[in-house]
Nanobody, 120 residues
Framework: QVQFVESGGGLVQPGGSLRLSCATS????????MGWYRQAPGKQRELVAS?????????NHADSVKGRFTISRDNAKNTVYLQMNSLKPEDTAVYYC????????????WGQGTQVTVSS
């Protein structure tokens, strides 16, 4: 059974940092490109960052988070991470991990997500 378990969210002040983790199971993690997505209230889910499969995966970040967020992966632990620095109120959302949209089974399974709230 495919599972995604996101963790690491919380309440943080503007300018603060958080590190999100997504533990995965039920598929061969190392050969799947992964992404972090977020959904703010009243908005559509959007891709924040993605990382290609394999060791030393190539990463891409949305313009809105470029220079502040960094995606990484540990294939030995079947886990993908999102380091978030210089957080802004507009980063407030529920964050999810999932295979990238070009993966045939993207979106078939979702975890519970982890809430990130940036507020003073």
């Amino acid at each position: 059974q495919v599972q995604f378990v996101e963790s690491g969210g919380g309440l943080v002040q503007p300018g603060g940092s958080l590190r999100l983790s997504c533990a995965t199971s039920g598929f061969i993690f190392s050969i799947v490109a992964m992404g972090w997505y977020r959904q703010a209230p009243g908005k559509q889910r959007e891709l924040v960052a993605s990382i290609s499969a394999g060791a030393g995966g190539k990463s891409n970040h949305a313009d809105s988070v470029k220079g502040r967020f960094t995606i990484s992966r540990d294939n030995a632990k079947n886990t993908v991470y999102l380091q978030m620095n210089s957080l802004k109120p507009e980063d407030t959302a529920v964050y999810y991990c999932n295979p990238t949209r070009d993966t045939s089974w993207h979106g078939n399974y979702w975890g519970q997500g982890t809430q990130v709230t940036v507020s003073s």
